[in-house]
């Protein structure tokens, strides 16, 4: 692999020299903050322990900084981008800034959340900054979608981080905790500071790191019923999950049986239990526990 010069990545001019070529302005409603430090972006590729043979898939790449960081570091990078002006723009500022690369960098217009498939080999590694705005929705979607993904590293506001990396019992532990749990081992990977964004934002930002579950949850619940009591629990939080669940179950007396033959506390919180707890009580819902109605022996039903 030829080695990158530095000059290859973006600096504090090189974007504002785009952004005013292109006449972008960074706009809030996509929750876009442009990456102008190249240590940081180098950073981010090394923290999310990116290899020579990664197919990495980048969201949201806005002018580039981190893709070019990436293409330096991995076997192929494929970004995913909806703006139509910055989506338009950027083959070309690979193909200018590391045109021997440029093979390897493929282009998606598209709004993540309607990613169904990527082109090329399938993607390893998740990394990205990502719009604050969607930053939980679309890591779920593309864990989700992309199988493959072993490794990702985002970028996101602070609290989100935080969310996404608590542990049962925690004040900040809810539904993006949990459901990030189902996929992977989640894990706070490091702050950035505010200042290495265009422009910069009124919030501080955070490093998650998730490594896939080599082993998904056992269960015979579908992750659909999984997540279903999950929202259910944390849809009142404060309540006890005797009554959080009572809309789920169809009364709190069945929400009750339900959680006893799960083996959790009907007196708990959905706060203090781990994924595979959420998992055990699915299994014990009472839809997916009525026995069907014995054969007719006479009609021969």
Known sequence: MTSPTSDSLLGPADIRELAAALGVRPTKQRGQNFVIDANTVRRIVRTAGVRPDDVVVEVGPGLGSLTLALLEAADRVTAVEIDDVLAAALPATIAARMPERADRFALVHSDAMHVAELPGPAPTALVANLPYNVAVPVLLHMLDT?????RTLVMV????ADRLAAAPGSKVYGVPSVKANWYAEVKRAGAIGRNVFWPAPNV???LVSLVRRTEPIRTTASKAEVFAVVDAAFAQRRKTLRAALAGWA???AAAEAALVAAGVSPRARGESLTVEE???IAEAAPARNTAPAAPNEESGE
């Open 204 to 206: 501080d930002s955070g």
């Open 278 to 280: 959420f998992a055990r």
């Open 146 to 150: 992309f199988p493959g993904i072993e």
């Open 250 to 252: 169809g009364s709190a």
């Open 157 to 160: 506001q602070a609290e989100v």
